[in-house]
């Protein structure tokens, strides 16, 4: 739906958006989603906190702050990405690539704290309902917002697929679920005007508890990054076909993948026959770590063992 509108703003702001390897241009889609996100969201925020404010609606008001509260996730992942493309030095050896899940992990345990807070306001205003003062401007800036959001989402991810951040994957999913609570806000405000006023705390209750689980969710997704998520099956397999189809390799065993932000570090053992000489099970293994290198876009060490056929 957004696909070309997408392409067009990442050509126009990134020059070398084809070259996703690189880690400058990697972190330039950090950036552009990140900026983007950020101005986006400041000021549907503050329209949605004149709105609310205007209306008396504490569900509004709640969205209000989901919506700032992707303006902090944002934030966040421009400083992951600002850091994660800092070079190798002696004290991380391997790189900064994982900054971004560790920033993602702190604004997450803050959107469950607000989302919690939230969710306190919203059962009091349903134990004790205020009126709600209908206006269609503000049904149109929800409808409006819903728009926005979505498309935000799509290009978050679309941005994400392309470099495989799952940050900035994330960081989409948070905008859709904005635009789900913007959408559902907009029908529970059109009731008001029937005087079914209590909507406007279920609403309340119904975009806390998104806001709960879409930082949960984020924090779950993190966390599996931060202390080593094992690699898919379908990577596992592919190392295997690719180290196999090399002469003289013989097996393979022991694959190790260590994932820091964007790169990996892959570390294999093969096996090649007992008589080949040192020289020629090192130009063997020295291939295969080009090969691997070339193919997968990693870092790869591959470690020579004697061939067994048992």
């Known amino acids: 739906m957004f696909q070309k509108i997408n392409e067009y703003i990442l050509k126009k702001m990134i020059p070398a958006w084809e070259n996703t390897g690189d880690q400058h241009v990697r972190a330039a889609y950090g950036y552009l989603e990140g900026w983007l996100s950020i101005v986006l969201n400041m000021v549907m925020a503050v329209v949605k906190i004149i709105c609310a404010l205007w209306i008396n609606s504490i569900s509004l008001l709640a969205d209000a702050f989901h919506t700032f509260s992707d303006v902090l996730t944002s934030i966040a992942i421009i400083l992951g990405f600002k850091i994660s493309e800092k070079p190798q030095d002696e004290e991380h050896p391997f790189g900064h690539g994982r900054a971004e899940y560790v920033t993602t992990f702190i604004v997450s345990a803050v959107l469950i704290l607000a989302g919690a807070e939230f969710l306190k306001q919203s059962i009091g205003k ?97 966390s599996s990054e931060i202390i080593g998520k094992a690699p898919t099956k379908e990577f596992i397999q592919e190392v295997k076909e690719i180290v196999l189809n090399v002469d003289g390799v013989k097996n393979i065993h ?57």
């Open 126 to 222: 349903l134990l004790n309902p205020e009126p709600v003062d209908y206006k269609f401007t503000v049904f149109v800036v929800l409808i409006f917002s819903a728009i926005i959001k979505e498309w935000l989402f799509d290009f978050a991810r679309f941005l994400g697929l392309r470099i495989n951040s799952q940050s900035l994957i994330a960081d989409g999913w948070h905008h859709r679920s904005d635009a789900i609570a913007s959408l559902l806000l907009a029908v529970a405000l059109f009731m008001t005007q029937f005087g079914f006023y209590v909507i406007d705390a279920v609403l309340g209750i119904i975009v806390s508890f998104l806001i709960i689980y879409t930082g949960l969710e984020l924090i779950r997704d993190c």
């Open 254 to 310: 022991d694959i190790q993948v260590h994932q820091y932000g964007q790169k990996k570090y892959v570390n294999v053992h093969i096996e090649v026959e007992p008589e080949l000489s040192v020289r020629q099970s090192h130009y063997i293994a020295d291939f295969v770590e080009k090969i691997l290198n070339k193919q997968l876009k990693v870092n790869s060490l591959v470690h020579t063992d004697p061939y067994q056929e048992s």
